[in-house]
């Protein structure tokens, strides 16, 4: 079965071919980073628009790479949400205009499905059960994962989100969005030890999560050091490695206490701050002590793209499921709701 996966929800847009016996053909992005970036965030209807433009070009273009044409498509998944209202209706209207035309089915995607399964894509995917640690630009998640569709919330950010408490300290920085690898970037050049950041909610019980405190603690250091005349170049590294630390940290006790809860022997980190380098160390260092495995997708495919919305649309349009007539577009989404797929899982 060919699928064609399309993700318009913000600021990317994502096409790519998944063929539930060959794998993945070909996949496509277009960023819009540097068109928001003059208005210092994401426009809304200028990401809306420019999902119009670019869209039906990258379909053509991931077709011509996989050798393949429209006709060859069984099947189209798009993200129906969460995400930006306008930006989800473009690929929910485009994936449905096309499915109409061809008379194949057609399915919106939850988007943070496509996340957590976008490690299925790489060589040796984590089985079932495991427990997902989802850390993107807007959710903060432990899940505990029995199957597609199969979720149950441990725990999750009361405030920001991690990217998102990347993407401010980054700003206090003086650096660009998006902040999550410009920070890890500068935290290269950092002396350890120099700042000590919180490890926000780690000495009570729980699972969840709050950013919002290393936000305003990473702003009175910066603005401490700059009044002290201190803000150089090696300071603001200094500060980076200890905002870092102390976000890795704070995911990797939570982590540990969520397989310790669960006896869950797998870890699957996604989500575009899954990509960082010092978590995914930090989350393997406590996995091992505790002989769990931890699973992620190549960076690219943390942040987001069509690919991984090919795959879990793949899964769930092969258990039979697809849309009605109406274009389904979801900004606010709970992912356990989701309907679960049983067994049917592909390799
Ligand atoms: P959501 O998926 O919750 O709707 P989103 O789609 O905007 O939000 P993603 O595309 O998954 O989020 O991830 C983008 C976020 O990941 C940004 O906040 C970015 O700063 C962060 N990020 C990307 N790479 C890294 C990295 N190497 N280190 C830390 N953060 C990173
Ligand atoms: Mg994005
Ligand atoms: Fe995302």
């Known amino acids: 079965m060919l699928i064609l996966g399309i993700e318009t929800s913000c600021?990317?847009?994502?096409?790519?071919?998944?063929?539930?016996?060959?794998?993945?053909?070909?996949?496509?992005?277009?960023?819009?980073?540097?068109?928001?970036?003059?208005?210092?965030?994401?426009?809304?209807?200028?990401a809306s628009r420019d999902h119009v433009r670019k869209l039906l070009p990258l379909c053509d273009q991931v077709l011509a790479e996989a050798g393949k044409t429209?006709?060859?498509?069984?099947?189209?998944?798009?993200?129906?949400?969460?995400?930006?209202?306008?930006?989800?209706?473009?690929?929910?209207?485009?994936?449905?205009?096309?499915?109409?035309?061809?008379?194949?089915?057609?399915?919106?995607?939850?988007?943070?499905?496509?996340?957590?399964?976008?490690?299925?894509?790489?060589?040796?995917?984590?089985?079932?059960?495991?427990?997902?640690l989802l850390v993107s630009g807007g959710h903060t998640q432990l899940v505990r994962v029995d199957g597609i569709g199969e979720y149950e919330m441990l725990g999750e950010s009361v405030d920001d989100a991690a990217g998102e408490a990347f993407d401010k300290a980054a700003k206090m920085l003086g650096l660009d969005y998006p902040g999550g690898p410009?920070?890890?970037?500068?935290?290269?050049?950092?002396?350890?030890?120099?700042?000590?950041?919180?490890?926000?909610?780690?000495?009570?019980?729980?699972?969840d999560f709050s950013f919002s405190g290393l936000k305003t603690f990473t702003l009175n250091t910066v603005n401490a050091a700059r009044k002290a005349g201190?803000?150089?170049?090696?300071?603001?590294?200094?500060?980076?490695?200890?905002?870092?630390?102390?976000?890795?940290?704070?995911?990797a006790i939570k982590c540990r206490r969520a397989l310790e809860q669960t006896g869950c022997e797998r870890l699957v980190i996604a989500g575009g701050v899954s990509a960082n380098k010092r978590l995914r160390e930090g989350l393997e260092k406590m996995a091992v002590k505790l002989k769990a495995?931890?699973?992620?997708?190549?960076?690219?495919?943390?942040?987001?793209?069509?690919?991984?919305?090919?795959?879990?649309?793949?899964?769930?349009?092969?258990?039979?499921?697809?849309?009605?007539?109406?274009?389904?577009?979801?900004?606010?989404?709970?992912?356990?709701?989701?309907?679960?797929?049983?067994?049917?899982?592909?390799?």
């Open 11 to 46: 600021d990317e847009t994502g096409v790519a071919l998944f063929d539930s016996d060959l794998g993945l053909l070909a996949h496509a992005l277009f960023s819009q980073v540097d068109m928001h970036a003059d208005y210092g965030g994401v426009v809304p209807e200028l």
């Open 182 to 207: 410009r920070v890890a970037a500068l935290a290269e050049a950092g002396t350890a030890g120099r700042y000590r950041f919180p490890r926000p909610m780690t000495d009570r019980p729980g699972l």
């Open 70 to 132: 429209r006709q060859d498509i069984d099947g189209i998944a798009y993200t129906a949400g969460p995400g930006l209202v306008g930006a989800l209706m473009v690929g929910g209207a485009v994936a449905h205009a096309l499915g109409f035309a061809l008379g194949i089915p057609v399915l919106g995607v939850h988007h943070m499905e496509g996340h957590l399964l976008a490690p299925m894509l790489e060589d040796n995917p984590p089985g079932f059960p495991f427990v997902a």
């Open 293 to 347: 495995v931890v699973f992620y997708a190549r960076p690219e495919f943390c942040t987001d793209n069509g690919a991984m919305i090919a795959y879990a649309g793949a899964q769930r349009l092969l258990a039979g499921q697809q849309d009605g007539e109406r274009i389904a577009a979801v900004p606010r989404w709970p992912m356990n709701t989701l309907p679960a797929v049983g067994e049917s899982r592909l390799s």
């Open 230 to 251: 201190e803000l150089n170049d090696q300071t603001r590294a200094d500060i980076a490695l200890a905002f870092e630390s102390a976000v890795v940290d704070t995911l």
